[in-house]
């Protein structure tokens, strides 16, 4: 144990965390006394302007001041719960404060004091309650008007956090600030260490509102930063020249037209590939609109111009996916695609590493075992990676090192709207696939409540009973995981999926099963063994399903409409009509408003939209937010002015220092952002 911790010592050694409370700290992604500074609040709980009894709202969280009345003897109440009330009044009215099996909380106040309660309001207009209200003391508020209120987990409420929070300031000013203090003075902004300060312990509004503004911006300066280090090498040589080709041959050998945009995309690439610099180029494109197909023809054309090509795609079964059917386009052509996947046997690997490594390999599909030392190319030219939001921007990175500067092409089917892309995505040029193939049928969608289920279900048997197949999906895996209402995966699947639908095939998936588990039931329902797949959202990048016609989303109001749309394009991929279903009892207006959308459209990049401005790019993103790291303080869709000036004050520095060789601190910085970037999911 250190003698005096420091901002790098452990979490355990703060005082009031330990070894046990550390673990619950590690599930929040917090490691050392640096990563609680920077474990900023989701929100705060404004004491400054308490309602009065008679003024506080109903069913709204605020804060009434009041005074202690009275306290009643604790009762014993049905179901054997002991309650301890107590009434609190002021100049307009009676509160009544109750606890259940909680004497200590009332036990704590003091007749005629005057405390803060903080809760959602209930009753009526003559009779006013609180249920297990949090309290502050006046002392308590005049020291912290603003109370923070952090993520929290399991095992760690808020409270906690925030108490470990204040132990961890006294090392706050060892902070480095990673801004030259020329940019400071340019913007008016305070020093690092009293911003972090006063993040956790605002005096007031406009304390936070200038700490929050210095926040917001280092967070998307480094971002910036980073972003432009990591495609710098798109300014170099490239390694893989190639020479200007016809696109046609590719085009006629297959049974179906391209269409206008896939013949676009494929073209902005391939003039990349003749450039002189690496390409770093982003391929957009709604759910089924042909990103594979574009990749073929680059890859065609790498072939062409005699160089390998490697894909990555974030699951062993998605890679075979790719494999079999870059095949079928390919090897016409006389491209030998080999794959690379962790579930081979060692003589397969063994055969699959020499044809790599002797240029017999022209495609390489795989998953990150693509990534491992043991593979040498002969010759890559051109490095893709699908589905890139599943990856971290350091993988993408190794995968290009796996040459001098080949050209990247990285693939995402989740649309992002083309001013934030750009701002997100930095210097990596984009192209948009904004057309479906003709042909592709519709999926309609409908949005139900949880007690049109069984009537759902008779659908679901008809459907099965046509030789169709049906997923079904929900937000979480077991009961002790979720919230009240929440349908746990492991007992939907044993208490409704198979009573409902008996004598039916049903299988299981979720995240926590083996990678090969996970593989042999997709593969299952692939080959049509099973009927119906009841599944956590893993489902969401997988195996093309042509069988499969209905996809039903459990407590749908847990996703971000760009997540249900990515599920929703799960089926329609055969010739039989498809639907989707959405179930949820939420009667939140706005959460009714956004499912009555989705039914009603189905362009991905109007959903994306949509999505961004009603419920911001955390939840658009997910966890898995886009291949960069989780941004703490920034909100990409919010902050766009700030994201814009700090992406040309990046520029500006990035010109005069290339190399950061003259700004550690931030080089620090960057360094440590993008660590939270680099595993997969």
Same mark, same amino acid.
């Given at each position: 144990?250190?003698?005096?911790?420091?901002?790098?010592?452990?979490?355990?050694?703060? @005082?009031?965390?330990?070894? %046990?409370? %550390?673990?619950?700290?590690?599930?929040?992604?917090?490691?050392?006394?640096?990563?609680?500074?920077?474990?900023?609040?989701?929100?705060?709980?404004?004491?400054?302007?308490?309602?009065?009894?008679?003024?506080?709202?109903?069913?709204?969280?605020?804060?009434?001041?009041?005074?202690?009345?009275?306290?009643?003897?604790?009762?014993?109440?049905?179901?054997?719960?002991?309650?301890?009330?107590?009434?609190?009044?002021?100049?307009?009215?009676?509160?009544?404060?109750?606890?259940?099996?909680?004497?200590? &909380?009332?036990?704590?106040?003091?007749?005629?004091?005057?405390?803060? #309660?903080?809760?959602?309001?209930?009753?009526?207009?003559?009779?006013?309650?609180?249920?297990?209200? /949090?309290?502050?003391?006046?002392?308590?508020?005049?020291?912290?008007?603003?109370?923070?209120?952090?993520?929290?987990?399991?095992?760690?409420?808020?409270?906690?956090?925030?108490?470990?929070?204040?132990?961890?300031?006294?090392?706050?000013?060892?902070?480095?600030?990673?801004?030259?203090?020329?940019?400071?003075?340019?913007?008016?902004?305070?020093?690092?260490?009293?911003?972090?300060?006063?993040?956790?312990?605002? @005096?007031?509004?406009?304390?936070?509102?200038?700490?929050?503004?210095?926040?917001?911006?280092?967070?998307? #300066?480094?971002?910036?930063?980073?972003?432009?280090?990591?495609?710098?090498?798109?300014?170099?040589?490239?390694?893989?020249?190639?020479?200007?080709?016809?696109?046609?041959?590719?085009?006629?050998?297959?049974?179906?037209?391209?269409?206008? &945009?896939?013949?676009?995309?494929?073209?902005?690439?391939?003039?990349?590939?003749?450039?002189?610099?690496?390409?770093?180029?982003?391929?957009?494109?709604?759910?089924?609109?042909?990103?594979?197909?574009?990749?073929?023809?680059?890859?065609?054309?790498?072939?062409?111009?005699?160089?390998?090509?490697?894909? /990555?795609?974030?699951?062993?079964?998605?890679?075979?996916?790719?494999?079999?059917?870059?095949?079928?386009?390919?090897?016409?052509?006389?491209?030998?695609?080999?794959?690379?996947?962790?579930?081979?046997?060692?003589?397969?690997?063994?055969?699959?590493?020499?044809?790599?490594?002797?240029?017999? %390999?022209?495609?390489?599909?795989?998953?990150?075992?693509?990534?491992?030392?043991?593979?040498? #190319?002969?010759? /890559?030219?051109?490095?893709?990676?699908?589905?890139?939001?599943?990856?971290?921007?350091?993988?993408?990175?190794?995968? %290009?090192? !796996?040459?001098?500067?080949?050209?990247?092409?990285?693939?995402?089917?989740?649309?992002?709207?083309?001013?934030?892309?750009?701002?997100?995505?930095?210097?990596?040029?984009?192209?948009?696939?904004?057309?479906?193939?003709?042909?592709?049928?519709?999926?309609?969608?409908?949005?139900?409540?949880?007690?049109?289920?069984?009537?759902?279900?008779? #659908?679901?048997? @008809?459907?099965?009973?046509?030789?169709?197949?049906?997923?079904?999906?929900?937000?979480?895996?077991?009961?002790?995981?979720?919230?009240?209402?929440?349908?746990?995966? !492991?007992?939907?699947?044993?208490?409704? &999926?198979?009573?409902?639908?008996?004598?039916?095939?049903?299988?299981?998936?979720?995240?926590?099963? !083996?990678?090969?588990?996970?593989?042999?039931?997709?593969?299952?329902?692939?080959?049509?063994?099973?009927?119906?797949?009841?599944?956590?959202?893993?489902?969401?990048?997988?195996?093309?399903?042509?069988?499969?016609?209905?996809?039903?989303?459990?407590? &749908?109001?847990?996703?971000?409409?760009?997540?249900?749309?990515?599920?929703?394009?799960?089926?329609?991929?055969?010739?039989?009509?498809?639907?989707?279903?959405?179930?949820?009892?939420?009667?939140?207006?706005?959460?009714?408003?956004? /499912?009555?959308?989705?039914?009603?459209?189905?362009?991905?990049?109007?959903?994306? !939209?949509?999505?961004?401005?009603?419920?911001?790019?955390?939840?658009?993103?997910?966890?898995?937010?886009?291949?960069?790291?989780?941004?703490?303080?920034?909100?990409?869709?919010?902050?766009?002015?700030?994201?814009?000036?700090?992406?040309?004050?990046?520029?500006?520095?990035?010109?005069?220092?290339?190399?950061?060789?003259?700004?550690?601190?931030?080089?620090?910085?960057?360094?440590?952002?993008?660590?939270?970037?680099?595993?997969?999911?």
């Amino acid at each position: 144990m250190p003698v005096q911790p420091t901002l790098d010592s452990p979490i355990q050694y703060l @005082k009031g965390v330990g070894p %046990a409370f %550390a673990k619950k700290f590690e599930k929040l992604g917090v490691a050392t006394i640096r990563d609680l500074l920077l474990h900023f609040p989701r929100r705060y709980i404004d004491y400054s302007k308490p309602y009065t009894v008679v003024g506080a709202p109903f069913d709204v969280d605020c804060c009434v001041k009041a005074t202690v009345l009275q306290k009643e003897p604790a009762r014993r109440i049905k179901g054997g719960r002991m309650m301890n009330r107590v009434l609190a009044a002021d100049d307009t009215g009676v509160l009544a404060l109750s606890w259940f099996n909680a004497p200590y &909380a009332a036990d704590k106040l003091v007749m005629g004091e005057t405390y803060y #309660f903080e809760g959602r309001v209930g009753g009526n207009l003559t009779h006013r309650e609180l249920l297990h209200p /949090l309290i502050r003391t006046e002392a308590q508020v005049a020291a912290c008007p603003l109370l923070p209120v952090y993520p929290a987990t399991e095992g760690l409420p808020a409270g906690r956090i925030q108490t470990c929070v204040q132990h961890a300031l006294p090392y706050v000013e060892q902070l480095p600030d990673p801004l030259p203090p020329e940019l400071l003075t340019r913007y008016k902004m305070p020093p690092r260490w009293q911003a972090v300060r006063a993040v956790h312990a605002p @005096k007031d509004e406009a304390e936070l509102a200038a700490a929050r503004r210095r926040l917001i911006f280092d967070e998307l #300066f480094i971002l910036q930063i980073g972003i432009f280090l990591l495609r710098s090498h798109g300014r170099r040589q490239t390694s893989a020249p190639m020479r200007a080709l016809d696109l046609g041959p590719f085009w006629r050998s297959l049974p179906y037209a391209p269409t206008g &945009a896939q013949q676009r995309a494929a073209e902005e690439i391939t003039r990349d590939l003749c450039g002189q610099t690496p390409m770093n180029r982003l391929l957009q494109g709604d759910v089924g609109s042909g990103k594979t197909l574009v990749a073929a023809a680059a890859i065609w054309y790498a072939a062409q111009n005699g160089w390998q090509s490697a894909m /990555l795609a974030p699951t062993e079964i998605l890679a075979r996916q790719h494999a079999a059917t870059l095949a079928d386009r390919l090897e016409p052509f006389g491209v030998n695609v080999t794959l690379l996947v962790g579930g081979m046997k060692a003589a397969e690997r063994r055969v699959a590493l020499a044809a790599i490594a002797d240029g017999r %390999a022209g495609l390489v599909v795989g998953t990150h075992a693509v990534l491992t030392d043991a593979v040498q #190319f002969k010759n /890559l030219g051109l490095a893709i990676v699908d589905e890139q939001h599943r990856f971290g921007v350091r993988q993408r990175g190794l995968l %290009a090192g !796996k040459a001098q500067s080949p050209h990247l092409l990285v693939m995402s089917a989740t649309p992002i709207p083309r001013t934030l892309g750009l701002l997100m995505y930095g210097d990596l040029d984009i192209s948009i696939l904004d057309e479906l193939p003709p042909g592709r049928k519709p999926i309609k969608t409908w949005f139900i409540t949880g007690k049109k289920r069984r009537d759902m279900y008779g #659908f679901l048997e @008809k459907q099965i009973a046509a030789g169709h197949q049906v997923y079904i999906v929900c937000p979480a895996i077991e009961e002790n995981e979720v919230d009240a209402g929440m349908k746990a995966v !492991k007992q939907y699947y044993a208490e409704t &999926a198979c009573p409902l639908l008996p004598g039916r095939r049903v299988g299981l998936l979720h995240g926590k099963l !083996k990678a090969k588990e996970k593989d042999d039931v997709m593969m299952e329902f692939k080959a049509g063994t099973l009927d119906v797949l009841v599944s956590t959202t893993v489902i969401e990048v997988g195996v093309d399903v042509p069988n499969a016609t209905v996809m039903v989303i459990e407590n &749908a109001e847990r996703f971000g409409l760009s997540a249900l749309h990515q599920l929703r394009g799960r089926v329609g991929r055969g010739a039989a009509d498809s639907c989707c279903i959405l179930i949820s009892d939420n009667e939140n207006d706005s959460v009714r408003q956004r /499912l009555h959308f989705l039914c009603r459209t189905s362009n991905g990049f109007e959903v994306a !939209k949509y999505d961004l401005e009603t419920r911001g790019p955390g939840d658009f993103f997910g966890e898995a937010q886009h291949g960069l790291p989780t941004l703490r303080m920034a909100d990409l869709v919010q902050d766009t002015r700030t994201l814009n000036v700090a992406q040309q004050e990046a520029k500006a520095l990035l010109a005069a220092d290339p190399t950061l060789a003259d700004h550690k601190a931030l080089s620090d910085e960057v360094e440590r952002l993008f660590a939270t970037a680099g595993a997969m999911n």
